[in-house]
């Protein structure tokens, strides 16, 4: 045996481990429990046809031996995307930092107080520069986050404009490509129609409801905002403004010129390129539109001490709960990009930004003079980083190619050259040098760059930021590093212990597939290079294309989306480019089972389709009789189902390929929602369970991490028919012969990320993976078995077997009083995050525990959840003074002088003999939810603020 196979590094139970599991779910061996679990008309017959495994160490060879095939040439072409320097401190101890990277989405706000307070950093950072009232954390990238301002200028329309149904969105010619293109995508589905133009000869008709500019403008243009949206605020416009973060810094806020709604990406803050992502954007509007802002907003709430404690805002928002009437479908955002944005913002502080946006806006002005000398035409005379210029472009290109850098070529005539972060004087004096040789002159020598001033006076900003505190004292290493290490100890993440979050598979996120992240020829490539500087990228992806298009079973794949729900509207948008190119444009009606999670109706009613809910039978299945009746009613008008398997019950349903051919049967195509793809790979797939199209959470099944709630990679992988239609990129091209319009900014969106999962694959080859699926299983049926007795599981398969999770029943005990939340709160105390709460069922705990986690593990697990029955046994409705009540309890209040509680502090704080060992504090007593509902703050604004008036 090599001892050094990945997979046994992958995966958690030992050879004799998993005996004792096997015997005591009371099975001869695993492939009888798979046996048992799997249907075996869905089971795939042959393995998987992909590469032999290769070890970490040979892994790491590899993936450098490609990085070499990119080429980080110099890099000026701008369009949203800037080399820019990571401080190491960010990237050691962030980045590079499992405390941080293996986080889950903050739901157990008591155990996520860090993230949350860098997040919250993030809002503050965004609502100072943009001068918004409020800001969410965060979105998925620029060109994804101005489509949601589209929307919720859309939505939030006066009720005159609603009646009249003005529907017209004015779209700046200025604005980048790729947004464009997300705008032409997402607008069509919603009946918006959008009308491209110059915005200085805009005529302000009150036909139209919104608008959005890009500012400055991809040409490099710093456009007169302020005119413009003082002319649109008095017919009725609202105004959108796509702003690059760091011009904010010399340009005035949108906000103080009364814009509607800011976004943008934080990239230039410290993200590296990784050829397209990923990044975080952000999303700034007004406080009255609160409720209608998409994706996360970190809030200020107090905990049961009175003690100030921060929480994920607004949740009602969610789709888990608002489903078809959600304001959106984010879920995963970019929670862990936004941390280090915002880390960057508190290293650097007001006097760092600045230092750097002069120094850009310096040395742009200086290559203007150089220029102009030279005898160019520089079109743009309002600029902060970006410079167009009329010239033979042809042979500015050929020449700079020689001299291994990128400008950007919008056609024959024009070039344009941002300046970034990292451009020194020898890199401005090169540059240079290539438009001297292209005029046949002799080259202009700058020494130093001095202050340079071509912003117009009404534009310059004259309003402070980042004035609070935590912006401007953490500005040495040491500083840093220790303020980080402190938010880092307020959570809990897969380097302290097992998180079994249902559906969320969080599995080891494996450091030699982390590795590569830092490479400097991975990390450095902008998005719209030619093809030839990014072999590397382009080798890795288009196998990871075809390693996931074998796994699922299908013909080809799109890596273009930067989430699940991303996803699923992409597959959405394929059925229905699908539908219309055999003139079936009316197919809109999409099936949903009522066990699926929320971002698929979500998703639906952003593509445009009429949800149709399906009942479940008693046993958690879909009803297939409810099914086909409806099928067959909307037979005339189905778009498609939505499935998820196996099911969001835990279940592999034996009638799944009855369900798909009734759907095909009725003109309709099948989407299978991949969330539970750790439960398929290697022993059946969706293709073969005849779904057309599927999305995969690449940072579920495919091992990259959460982030603390993102990146999120969700590529969609699809059958023949729907092959054609894969999304495209405005400026790159890719995707199908007749692609629909982009999903993502990037035409590969999270391409960085993709080596994770790419390495993933690599390194367990189809054996692995396989294997990995089967120890999923297996994990799952032994803590079935363990907690029998103390806990209900609500759905077993025909054979009684449970899939790669379950839903435990916590119902029943609110005959003692205790609810589902208190369960999830006492397993702090007992160093654990709580499975997923509630869903899909309320009043439930859906735990996943993966193929990662060793049996020692899952037994602590097992204990503490058998521990927490027993404490539940004795606690009664008339008291609510008990230990599951009070959970979870912190060190201050163990350690107090003062004692209240009918249970003993070590009862409190160890109550079992393996928590000595590892203990895990909270560093707060449990969160107000209400209370951070009622009075919204989402600012690290100064304590007075949120004191209780
Ligand atoms: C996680 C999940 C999604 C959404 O994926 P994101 O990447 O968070 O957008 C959709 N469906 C199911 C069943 C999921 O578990």
């Known amino acids: 045996m090599n001892t050094n196979a990945f997979a046994l590094r992958h995966i958690g139970p ?67 995307y800037h080399p820019n320097i990571l401080p190491a401190v960010i990237q050691r101890n962030i980045l590079e930092n499992p405390g941080w990277y293996t986080a889950y989405t903050p739901y157990q706000a008591e155990i996520s107080q860090g993230r949350l307070e860098a997040l919250l950093n993030y809002q503050t950072m965004v609502m100072d520069l943009t001068g918004m009232e409020i800001a969410n954390a965060s979105l998925l990238d620029e060109s994804t986050a101005a489509a949601e301002a589209m929307s919720l200028l859309f939505s939030v329309r006066t009720r005159e404009q609603k009646k009249q149904n003005i529907n017209k969105f004015f779209v700046s010619e200025n604005i980048l490509p790729q947004t464009l293109s997300l705008l032409q995508t997402r607008s069509t589905p919603i009946d918006i129609e959008l009308v491209v133009g110059n915005e200085e000869t805009f005529n302000f008709s009150s036909d139209f409801f919104g608008a959005i500019l890009q500012y400055p403008g991809k040409d490099g243009q710093v456009t007169d905002i302020k005119t413009f949206i003082s002319k ?11 702003a690059d973060i760091l011009s904010l810094v010399k340009l005035e806020a949108p906000g103080q010129f009364g814009a509607d709604v800011v976004v ?49 805002a607004l949740q009602t928002r969610e789709q888990h709960i608002k489903r078809d009437k ?157 303020y980080i290490k402190l938010l880092e100890r307020k959570d809990l993440a897969l380097n302290h212990s097992m998180i079994s979050l249902g559906s969320c598979t969080m599995k080891l996120n494996a450091a030699s597939e982390m590795l590569p992240l830092s490479i400097f020829k991975w990390a450095n490539i902008h998005p719209f290079v030619p093809k030839k500087q990014a072999l590397g990228y382009l080798t890795v992806l288009k196998e990871l294309e075809d390693q996931l298009t074998e796994i699922t079973g299908f013909a080809a794949t799109s890596l273009q989306p930067n989430s699940g729900a991303q996803g699923e509207y992409a597959g959405l948008m394929v059925i229905k480019a699908y539908h219309e190119s055999l003139n079936q444009n009316h197919r809109n009606i999409c099936l949903i089972p009522s066990s699926a999670h929320g971002t698929n109706p979500a998703t639906a009613v952003m593509a445009g389709m009429k949800v149709i809910v399906t009942k479940s039978t008693a046993e958690g299945n879909i009803d297939v009789e409810d099914l086909r009746e409806k099928a067959i009613l909307h037979k005339d008008n189905l778009s498609c189902l939505m499935v998820t398997y196996p099911s969001t019950h835990g279940v592999y349903e034996s009638a799944i390929k009855e369900i798909t051919k009734i759907i095909h049967d009725n003109g309709g195509q099948v989407y299978m929602d991949g969330a539970n793809m750790n439960a398929q790979v290697g022993l059946t797939n969706p293709g073969n369970i005849g779904a057309d199209v599927c999305h995969l959470n690449l940072h579920k099944t495919f091992a990259i991490p959460h982030g603390g709630g993102g990146p999120g990679v969700g590529p969609i992988c699809v059958a023949k028919q729907l092959v054609p239609f894969l999304p495209g990129n405005p400026v790159k091209k890719v995707g199908g012969e007749k692609a629909i319009t982009a999903i993502s900014a990037a035409p590969y969106g999270s391409a960085l990320a993709c080596l994770i999962s790419y390495g993933y694959i690599k390194m367990l080859g189809a054996e692995g993976l396989t294997e990995s699926t089967k120890i999923a299983i297996l994990n799952a049926n032994y803590i079935k078995q363990r907690l029998q007795g103390s806990f209900n599981t609500l759905y077993s398969g025909e054979r009684g077997r449970a899939a790669h999770e379950m839903i435990i ?75 599951l009540k009070n959970a979870p309890h912190t060190l201050e209040m163990v350690t107090a002088n003062e004692w209240y509680f009918p249970y003993s502090r070590e009862d409190a704080a160890f109550p079992l003999d393996y928590v000595r060992d590892n203990k895990f504090w909270p560093s707060v007593r449990r969160v107000d939810d209400a209370y951070g509902d009622r009075n919204l703050i989402c600012s690290c604004a100064p304590i007075e603020a949120y004191a209780e008036a």
């Not at 997923?836 to 309320?842: D, G, H, L, M, Y």
């Open 809 to 883: 029943d916590c119902r029943p005990f609110k005959a003692n009083g205790i609810e589902v939340t208190d369960i999830a709160k006492r397993l702090i105390d007992y160093g654990f995050h709580a499975p997923t709460v509630s869903f899909p069922v309320a009043g439930t705990l859906m735990i996943e525990p993966t193929e990662s986690e060793s049996k020692a593990e899952i037994d602590r697990f097992c204990d503490a959840m058998i521990s927490i029955k027993k404490e539940i046994d004795q606690v009664s409705k008339d008291d609510e003074n008990n230990v």
């Open 326 to 482: 959600a304001t959106s479908n984010i879920c995963t955002a970019q929670v862990l990009l936004a941390v280090m944005a915002s880390m960057y913002a508190v290293f650097h502080g007001p006097k760092g930004l600045k230092f750097i946006a002069n120094k850009v806006h310096n040395t742009t002005s200086a290559l203007a003079e150089a220029l102009k000398t030279l005898g160019y035409n520089q079109v743009n005379n309002v600029f902060f980083d970006t410079l167009q210029i009329k010239t033979d472009s042809k042979k500015i290109k050929k020449l700079a190619k020689e001299k291994k850098v990128n400008l950007y070529y919008p056609n024959k005539e024009t070039v344009t050259i941002s300046i970034n972060e990292t451009t020194s004087v020898r890199d401005l004096n090169y540059l240079i040098s290539i438009f001297a040789e292209a005029a046949e002159k002799e080259t202009i020598a700058i020494s130093t760059v001095s202050e340079g001033n071509n912003i117009s006076e009404t534009l310059k900003r004259t309003s402070e930021f980042l004035t609070l505190d935590v912006f401007n004292k953490y500005h040495s290493e040491t500083e840093l590093m220790r």
């Open 14 to 80: 030992r050879e004799d481990d998993q005996k004792l599991m096997l015997k005591t779910i009371g099975v001869e061996s695993l492939d009888q429990l798979i046996y048992e679990t799997i249907p075996d008309d869905i089971r795939l017959k042959n393995g998987l046809n992909l590469d032999e495994p290769m070890t970490e160490y040979e892994y790491l060879l590899h993936i450098h031996e490609l990085s070499k095939l990119n080429k980080a040439y110099k890099t000026y072409i701008g369009l949203g």
């Open 232 to 242: 649109a605020n008095e017919a009725q416009i609202k105004v959108a403004v796509a």
């Open 264 to 312: 943008g990406t934080t990239q230039r803050f410290g993200i590296p390129m990784g050829y397209g992502g990923p990044h975080a954007a952000y999303f700034a509007t007004r406080e009255t539109y609160k409720r209608d802002i998409p994706g996360r907003i970190i809030g200020v709430t107090k905990d049961t001490n009175g003690n100030r404690a921060l929480r994920m």
